[in-house]
């Protein structure tokens, strides 16, 4: 399966427990498009969140951020990785 870096913008003052409970919206569906949200990381000060995630496509990581009420601005595939 292919992983996904995705790129949310305009989160400023996101705090861990807000980060937490995005990512756990994720992880509650994710099943239901093959998807697999790996970890979360986020910059309060720039509105920054990025998810990495193991899927079928981008759009299936897509339809799962959209679900959960929060659409990613971007997601790029990771080809390479060590």
Known sequence: MAQFMDIHRGMQGITADQLSEAHQADLAIEEEEGVHFQ???ADPESG???CLSEAP???A???IHERAGHKADEI???PLST
Do not use: D, K, L
Request: charged share 15%.
């Open 61 to 63: 990581v897509q339809r």
């Open 39 to 41: 970890h979360a990381w």
């Open 76 to 78: 790029h595939p990771v």
């Open 57 to 59: 496509s981008a759009e």
């Open 48 to 50: 920054t969140v990025y």
